[in-house]
């Protein structure tokens, strides 16, 4: 896995995690496109990082699947403030230098690896 990706991807989940609304917008690229349980988009930092302080969301990375030079699935343990019980979702990240520019929450490992082989396909055809 190259270095630079899976930095990328640290220091977005450490921005998240803090929480600090100055770190996650640095951590993402202008857009970044996002997918959850609300919706698909393409946002800027700032909204990324209004949606970090909103939400409350902690994400613990428990296993890392790399795609290509570029795309990498990270398996998590999701918690929020107004739930204690932990829940296992996956994210196909997109980096682009040392920025996250896409970050696609997926319910599943299996789903959010098939997402990815799609988004390696067509980055390829292009």
């Known amino acids: 896995m190259q270095t630079d990706l899976r ?3 640290e220091e977005w989940h450490a921005s998240v995690n803090s929480a600090d ?4 917008a640095q951590a993402v690229g202008d857009p970044i496109v996002v997918l ?3 919706g698909a988009g393409s946002i800027t ?6 949606w970090v302080q909103r939400s409350g ?28 019980a932990e829940t296992r979702v996956a994210t196909v990240f997109r980096v682009s230098g040392t920025k996250v520019t896409a970050a696609l929450r997926l319910p599943d490992l299996e789903s959010a690896l098939e997402l990815a082989q799609v988004c390696r396909e067509m980055a390829a055809s292009e």
């Open 36 to 38: 959850g349980p609300k």
């Open 45 to 50: 930092p700032a909204q990324f990082s209004e």
């Open 7 to 9: 930095a990328a991807v």
């Open 21 to 24: 609304p100055e770190r996650s």
């Open 57 to 84: 969301i902690q994400l613990l990375p428990r296993s890392w699947h790399p795609v290509n030079d570029r795309l990498i699935v990270v398996e998590e343990d999701a918690t929020w403030p107004q739930s204690t």
